[in-house]
């Protein structure tokens, strides 16, 4: 191939990992605390309300109806057991759907559902229920206050990882588009529309790119056609620790890898990662022997060189 893709060495890619984590650890520091405290704000009130219209959770059946089928309340009290209940292992444990129009129709599945999460429920957090008491209000207010806590701390790191990597893909959108005056980009691209890419005819043409797509049976969140014809689909990867970079490189963006290289070929197509965050550099350096090439998020240039290069 005359135009093979960049591959780094083991320096270049310690060096790349190091520059990422620097980045990664001082937006960390400069994260605002005000995220935290909008979802605190929300999750105290929707723990306060649960609590009043069940009367402290004592008559949880009465009003089953009301706060199944509320997004927030439902959401609370899957929080209410030590651990929480994810709505997965709800749809397990009762074996059927625990959908709004379900829950709002079927008194059992609604009785089922409530006695699964009381059986379990966190009696550090609410004694007063196991005891057959009313809580005092230093119990309520601690019950709510720890509550709301647990709920805001899982919705902050959700919020990071699903705002870094939709900011990331953005981002690399806006840098192939010749938008982002800090990485300038001679020849852009022009974005089209996703589709299911079968064969490398169900591809963009030359110099377009297209969203999230499925290629050969396996997402990519961006899918890229050089101008020499190749596909190029990019993983957008955020991590926040070398063991969380095993789950997003090693066992994901390279299996990928390794599935599109043998369905279609190494001549037709280059998969590629973004990366950002924290990364183990002996692991990157597998997932390259493994086929995928690497760039990172906070030095774009060398993708664009090479993929500028492809004209050739």
Known sequence: MSNVPPRWSADEMRQGAEAATRIFRRTRIEEPLEDYLDQFDRWMGAAEE??????????????????????????????????????????TLVDASIAKTFLRQDADLREEVVQLIMASLDRRRFPWVAEGREPTEAERATATIATAAMLSMQRVATNRRSTGKQRQEEYVAVTLKGENPDVPFPSPFREVGPRDIRTIMDAPAPGEFCGESEVVGRKADIVVRLWDNRLMPIECKVSNSALNSLKRVKNDAAVKAVTWLREMGPAHIVPAAVLSGVYDPSMLMGAQDAGLTIFWAHDLAPLLEWIEGTRQ
Request: aromatic content about 12%.
């Open 50 to 91: 649960l609590l009043e219209m069940t009367v402290d959770l004592t008559d949880t059946l009465t009003e089953a109806a009301n706060f199944l089928t509320d997004d927030d309340l439902f959401y609370v009290f899957r929080y209410l057991p030590g651990p929480p209940v994810s709505e997965d292992d709800l749809k």
